[in-house]
């Protein structure tokens, strides 16, 4: 199963922009599709973005959109989330998930969870 490190997170004012990184141990990266997930104290881990295994297609959950744009570099093995205008709602831990389906990806269902990173947006 692919292993995943998130970084990236930390404090910021509200208004500003913090960006995400995902480092994926697999050398078959490319034949994943990636997405990001967020939890909140006291909250069902939700959807933010998904990425296709090439990068052509992504989708955002409507919270996010607009806003947050999700990338990702192959040859790096790595996934990102730049994220702007940042507000209090998205104060969350922050995950990556990895399947090779691209509809599969977006659901939360996952065993194989990181650490995540924190994102803390103050107000």
């Known amino acids: 199963q692919v292993q995943l490190v998130e970084s990236g997170g930390g404090l910021v004012q509200a208004g500003g922009s913090l960006r995400l990184s995902c480092a994926a141990s697999?050398?078959?990266?490319?034949?994943?599709?990636m997405a990001w997930f967020r939890q909140a104290p006291g909250k069902e881990r939700e959807f933010v973005a998904a990425?296709?295994?090439?990068?052509?297609?992504?989708y955002y959950a409507d919270s996010v959109k607009g806003r947050f744009t999700i990338s990702r570099d192959n040859a790096k093995n790595t996934v990102y989330l730049q994220m702007n205008s940042l507000n209090a709602e998205d104060t969350a831990v922050y995950y990556c998930k990895a399947d090779r389906d691209y509809l599969k990806v977006r659901r939360p269902e996952y065993d194989y969870w990181g650490q995540g990173t924190q994102v803390t947006v103050s107000s």
């Open positions: 697999e050398r078959t990266f490319s034949n994943y599709a």
């Open positions: 990425i296709s295994w090439l990068g052509r297609s992504t």
